[in-house]
């Protein structure tokens, strides 16, 4: 094993557990933060605060904002001092946010001020998640080395979804028994912990202070951006809109379908994490938004929730492969000294798939119903089944 002053090139790590346990954990107490609010943010400003859809999709789209616009300086702020500050940074920024959801649940402002405060929570949230996901897959990808990308993305988005699956329906449970504010304390709590275990790791070095023209990176990896952009738009439909179409429709316990969209996206990345690797990313990346479309047009169309929920596990079970192969070829397409760019700006794609999505399906829900989120998101999947024919998959990688 070599020191944490080794070259950004090599891994200072050989073991998988080892390299990505950690890394793996720490994600997933960050998502956890994110994940808590998710369901609940639309009940509590559509429901309790009373607004329309079009403003519960805009305050949801503030995190995706947030990210979107910090990405790439997270990356650069990776490559340069290296990934163990941005990481440290993060945890903090995010963690602050849950103070903002739980003062707008206990502050008598009203609903305009509660509103504010909210969206103060989702902005800090969206620079936090940035700073701290961008920093731990550099991270993981440092530990392990660039020949084993594919298995860190695998890792990393596991802790993504065993979070969402699993703080979702929590989330909506814990509104019911103790009001936002006991969201707000867990996303407090959780990105903390997280703060602890980064604070204990090896830092690895940045790359000094070469700076890359935004537009250089987007050049190399937009096309698979792309296409994670429009397989996210299905996940950012369910995340702002599925409660309240529950609700719409009579309907009880919509966390049972985001357990299962988690479940499923977990079950996938596990039992098919060689596939990518064995016939190739396009191939397995249409196969799965055939999938993904597939779930959205029956949770679209389900007579009964019990549908609806099988609906959003093959929405997850499709989903679940498309990161990881998608962003092999997008960091294969970079220098090493630059693979935090090119992660920030990855990611990205999905970030402006999360803003986009909760406005616009808002506006269209308000003439056609909050069913048309799941149409939207079929039409979305399909779209990138037709761009995939143009993208190449990268030859001598290793995804998962």
């Not at 340069?80 to 500050?85: E, S």
């Not at 903390?192 to 987007?218: K, N, Y």
């Not at 779930?295 to 549908?307: D, E, V």
């Not at 499709?318 to 090119?342: E, H, W």
Request: hydrophobic share 55%; proline share 6%; aromatic share 8%.
């Amino acid at each position: 094993m070599t020191t944490a002053s080794s070259t950004a090139t090599n891994p200072i790590l050989t073991s998988t557990f080892a390299g990505l346990a950690p890394i793996a954990i720490a994600v997933f107490l960050g998502f956890l933060a994110f994940s808590f609010p998710l369901g609940a943010l639309s009940l509590e400003i559509g429901g309790r605060l009373g607004f329309d859809t079009v403003i519960v999709g805009s305050i949801i789209g503030l995190q995706s904002v947030a990210t979107l616009l910090s990405r790439h300086q997270a990356g650069a702020l990776s490559d340069r001092r290296g990934p163990r500050v941005a990481v440290l940074m993060g945890f903090p920024i995010a963690a602050s946010s849950g103070l903002a959801y739980a003062l707008s649940a206990i502050l008598p402002i009203g609903a305009y001020g509660s509103l504010v405060l909210l969206g103060l929570g989702q902005l800090l949230m969206g620079l936090g998640q940035s700073l701290f996901l961008t920093g731990l897959m550099s991270w993981g990808i440092a530990r392990l080395g660039a020949n084993r990308t594919g298995k860190v993305m695998s890792w990393v988005g596991i802790a993504i979804y065993a979070a969402l699956g699993i703080g979702a329906p929590l989330g909506l449970s814990m509104q019911k028994a103790y009001g936002f504010a006991g969201i707000g304390g867990v996303a407090v709590l959780a990105p903390m912990a997280a703060w602890l275990i980064a604070l204990l790791l090896p830092g690895t070095p940045g790359s000094g202070d070469r700076r890359v023209p935004f537009h250089q990176v987007i050049g190399l990896i937009w096309l698979p951006g792309l296409v994670l952009a429009l397989a996210t738009v299905p996940f950012a439909a369910m995340a702002a809109f599925l409660p309240l179409y529950y609700t719409a429709n009579g309907w009880a316990q919509p966390g049972l379908a985001l357990s299962g969209f988690g479940a499923a996206y977990v079950l996938a990345r596990l039992v098919g994490s060689g596939l990518p690797d064995r016939f190739g990313a396009a191939p397995v990346a249409i196969g799965s938004l055939i999938c993904e479309a597939a779930g959205q047009a029956l949770l679209w169309l389900a007579p009964t929730p019990i549908l609806a929920a099988i609906g959003a596990s093959l929405t997850g079970l499709g989903f679940s492969l498309i990161f990881p192969a998608m962003g092999v070829l997008a960091t294969n397409s970079v220098a090493p000294a630059q693979r935090g760019r090119a992660v920030g700006n990855f990611i990205a794609f999905s970030d402006i798939a999360l803003g986009v999505t909760g406005p616009v399906v808002g506006l269209v829900s308000q003439s056609t119903g909050i069913g048309a989120a799941f149409f939207v998101g079929a039409i979305a999947t399909t779209a990138a089944v037709l761009l995939l024919s143009s993208v190449r998959p990268h030859s001598n990688t290793e995804t998962a």
